[in-house]
Structures are given as C-alpha cells and as structure tokens.
C-alpha cells in the first residue's frame, strides 16, 4: 500500500499505532525521547517497536531538552531524523549528521517574515520544516502562512488537516507532507483510528 504524499505520524506510544501506520504505508514514525518526560518512550519499548515494523524511517522527538542533552540521547537510539525546536538549532546537533526536522508552533503572532528569515538561514541543514498549533483556529487563521512558506522551504503540515481539506491541501499547494499525531491504546492492543485512519485512506493510491 503506498500514499499519494509523504505522511509523518507523530508522538508513537504503541506498537498497534507502529504496526498499523506502517501497514497504511506511512513515511516516518516519530517517538517522544525527552528523558525528562513521562510521556517518553523508553529505549526498550522503543527498541521492540522498532523490531516489528519495516519500511519507515525513525525520528526522535525533542521537545524541552536543551541541545546537550539531545545528543547524549540521540547516541543511545537508531534514528533516521531527529525533530527539535529553533532554539536547539545548533553547530552540534548539525554535526551528528541526521536529518533535522524543526518544529514550528504558530500562534497569534506568526509572521511570514520571521519564519523565512529563519528557515533561509538554516535550509542547508534541515530536511523539513514542521508546523503545528496549539488548536485547531490559529491553524487555521494560519494555513496560508504555511503554504506561502512551503513554495520555498521543504514544509510538512502538522496541523489544519482534516479528511475534508487534506486532498484540496495536496492538489493546490506545494506542501511536502503532512504529519498526524499518535495517541493511547485504550488497552493494550486496543485502538480508535476514528480521523487518523479517514484521513489516511484518502491518502491511498493503487500500486
């Protein structure tokens, strides 16, 4: 099974979101590693997820960790990319020489000015460019901001995409992909694809 764009699943907890994403032909799999945060994935589970799927690429999620300490725990992890805010944009974690994805959060006060700024400055180092919100109006009131980056810059959509709008999204602009977010198994084995699954099965295209 394969998608009609690059598709990222963000904040992996399980193996049934590992196992059915990957089953659904996503890209990317991102697993939460601050060592900091409950809601990190250990090594171990990570390991044993990692075990069960093929055909996706790894990311580590950094989300309050200073650049320090994503390198100390980047080296104990089999990553394909690691996914860290601007501010941890550093010389050292360029030097690890895995693809970086940088995560912008929009909110009331985005300016296009001060992402492209950014972004033209760092391009040469980063593999995506990540944008998410804290809710679903400033993605909104947002989305146009994105797409007018994504022309330039490498863009993944992080937020705004629902199974109504994903396809218009796709046909109209020049977005790299998309990334949906993960969550809880209800219990172990267990899971409600309700929106992740409607959207990705308008993602599919016949091999």
């Known amino acids: 099974m394969s998608l009609r764009t690059f598709v990222k699943i963000s904040d992996v907890s399980n193996l049934s979101d590992a196992r059915y994403c990957a089953g659904m032909g996503v890209d990317m799999l991102g697993f939460r590693l601050d060592p900091d945060d409950p809601k990190s994935v ?35 992890f089999n990553l394909d990319y690691i996914q ?22 929009l909110n009331n006060h985005s300016s296009y000015e001060g ?12 593999a995506f460019f990540l944008f ?16 007018d980056l994504a022309r330039d810059f490498p863009v993944l959509l992080g937020c705004g995409v629902n199974e109504h709008n994903v396809a218009n999204l796709l046909d109209n602009s020049s977005i790299k992909g998309i990334a949906l977010t993960g969550g809880p198994e209800i219990k172990p084995g267990l899971k409600d694809y309700t929106g992740l699954a409607e959207i990705l099965e308008i993602l599919e295209v016949e091999d």
């Open 42 to 76: 250990s090594e171990d589970k990570f390991n044993q997820i990692a075990e069960w799927v093929a055909g996706v690429s790894f990311a580590g999620e950094f989300y309050q960790s200073d650049s320090d300490v994503i390198i100390e725990t980047v080296q104990r």
């Open 132 to 147: 998410t919100a804290s809710n679903d109006e400033i993605a909104q009131r947002k989305l146009n901001l994105v797409i």
């Open 84 to 105: 860290i805010n601007p501010l941890d944009f550093t010389r050292d974690i360029v030097e690890l020489k895995i693809p970086i994805i940088i995560e912008f959060q």
């Open 115 to 126: 992402f492209h700024d950014f972004m033209e400055r760092s391009a040469p180092d980063v």
